[in-house]
């Protein structure tokens, strides 16, 4: 969890218990807290024993009352493995829902005094999320975002191990954060996120839909049922404005069952908000009108990709339903990088060098086509599939990479499974017209398009973006595509 703690807490357990609607005796305790995870427990805290997928959390809790929890919330399978526990046990019929409630009322519910924004989509959360971000900054609005690349705050950046974080973790730092001088908040919500609590308790002022495409079918089984995941960040209770993009067949059927005002964005149009005029330079960095309701914007990219011109209209879009100040909106936007989104490592080669975080279908094709509409060479494309995911794309994402001159098939993080059967899938998707490599090593995968490389050639290297690790059964050792990408080059010198 981000380390910043909020300042000292005291609150009636028997009050946030009323609030739940649980019947339990008086327990006439002030508690300081609340978590799931029984590492982060402090004195005075309320463990969360949540049944999990594997293990239940009533196994930590013997843990958690020796750090100093002072009660426990769970289930009923777990107060009847914890009738021993010489601590009050406060059981409830769905303790992940009922401890996301509690957290907001242990810590203040902070978040309804922030301007808020919930972002959500298969692609383009994080850059959506920083240009959001870069809007609320320079309207010192002081933000807080909260996302795939960690938690930053006050120029600070923290790791998260999860996309959205739990709501124990989310609600402790919003309250700190809070205190210390923050007025907004932009967050990537993932689908998870909504399916298991993770973001109870908030209400964003502007809920944004970025599209869909195939991900998470390990875990929502289709794509309507992933949809619906998403959905329900678009009701009444979660979000008072929309922003939704029209691009595909998902965004204009969400705004036909959007409970809350709507503005809607293309690239393509029509929709509230479109982009015209658009102008891109050998680079692939773009310029382009952002044409809205009653106002229009000249922006400026200093990030390549229709997507990106996709992203801008997004933020756009928000800052229009918060009624932010529209001079700072062009110089806001040409400034903002995404750490591992299309980041470029640039060694002085006589050739591009660029490291994406694209993990689907639809992420592959949209940067080999960035990278096909712009280089005056070749594309080479390093390309491999986490494990333990939707085994599905896999096939899928091979055949995106197909407009690449040469494709080399490495692991990306392997997990549990055995890489060969990975990268099988993999390239199982792929023609066999297409010139296709197999390097398992992902570093031996990288030093292989460097050294094919030619000038004027681009090499994307997919899958990992930010990630600084690699985990292979279950260890995890360092690994930074962009660190290894500058070493190679390095070494040509």
Request: with cysteine.
């Amino acid at each position: 969890m981000m380390k910043l703690n909020p300042q000292s807490i005291s609150v009636n357990l028997d009050d946030v218990v009323a609030s739940l609607n649980i019947q339990e005796p008086a327990t006439h305790l002030m508690v300081t807290g609340i978590t799931h995870d029984n590492r982060e427990v402090e004195p005075g805290f309320v463990f969360a024993a949540l049944p999990g997928f594997n293990r239940h959390g009533a196994e930590f809790a013997s843990t958690a009352v020796e750090q100093g929890a002072v009660a426990i919330l769970t289930d009923s399978h777990g107060a009847q493995a914890l009738n021993n526990l010489d601590v009050p046990l406060i059981v409830s019929a769905n303790p992940r829902i009922d401890m996301a409630h509690a957290a907001q009322m242990i810590y203040g519910d902070a978040q309804t005094r922030l301007l808020s924004v919930g972002v959500t989509g298969t692609n383009g959360k994080t850059t959506t999320a920083h240009m959001v971000e870069a809007l609320f900054d320079a309207n010192d609005l002081k933000p807080i975002m909260i996302g795939t690349v960690g938690v930053r705050f006050n120029n600070e950046t923290f790791p998260s191990s999860r996309t959205t974080p739990e709501a124990t973790d989310l609600h402790r730092m919003l309250f700190a954060v809070e205190q210390r001088g923050s007025r907004s908040l932009v967050m990537e919500v993932s689908s998870h996120a909504l399916s298991l609590g993770r973001v109870d308790g908030i209400a964003f002022d502007v809920a944004v839909f970025t599209g869909l495409s195939q991900d998470h079918l390990d875990f929502h089984h289709s794509m309507d049922e992933y949809f619906l995941a998403k959905a329900e960040l678009f009701t009444s209770t979660r979000a008072r404005h929309a922003v939704i993009c029209v691009d595909d067949d998902w965004g204009k059927k969400l705004v036909s069952i959007s409970q809350v005002p709507t503005l809607t964005y293309s690239v393509n149009g029509p929709a509230d908000w479109m982009a015209t005029d658009i102008q891109v330079d050998e680079a692939g960095l773009t310029t382009f009108t952002a044409q809205g309701p009653v106002a229009k914007h000249h922006i400026k990219l200093g990030l390549p990709g229709s997507f990106n011109i996709a992203n801008a209209l997004a933020a756009v879009a928000v800052s229009d339903a918060l009624n932010l100040v529209d001079s700072k909106i062009q110089s806001a936007l040409e400034n903002v990088r995404v750490a591992g989104r299309l980041e470029r490592v640039d060694c002085g080669q006589n050739f591009v060098c660029l490291v994406d975080y694209a993990h689907t279908p639809d992420a592959v094709e949209r940067v080999v086509e960035v990278a096909r509409s712009h280089s005056r060479g070749r594309v080479i494309t390093v390309l491999g599939c986490g494990g333990d995911r939707d085994a599905a794309k896999r096939p899928l994402m091979g055949a995106a990479a197909a407009p690449s001159d040469l494709i080399i098939i490495t692991d990306d993080n392997p997990r549990s499974e055995d890489p060969i059967h990975i990268r099988a899938a993999i390239r199982s998707g792929i023609s066999e017209n297409n010139e296709v490599v197999e390097i398992g090593d992902r570093r031996e995968a990288i030093r292989y398009a460097v050294l094919h490389a030619q000038p004027g050639d681009w090499i994307l290297v997919l899958g990992k973006g930010h990630e600084t690790g690699q985990d292979l059964a279950g260890v995890v050792t360092p690994f930074d595509d962009r660190v290894v990408l500058a070493e190679i080059l390095g070494e040509l010198k």
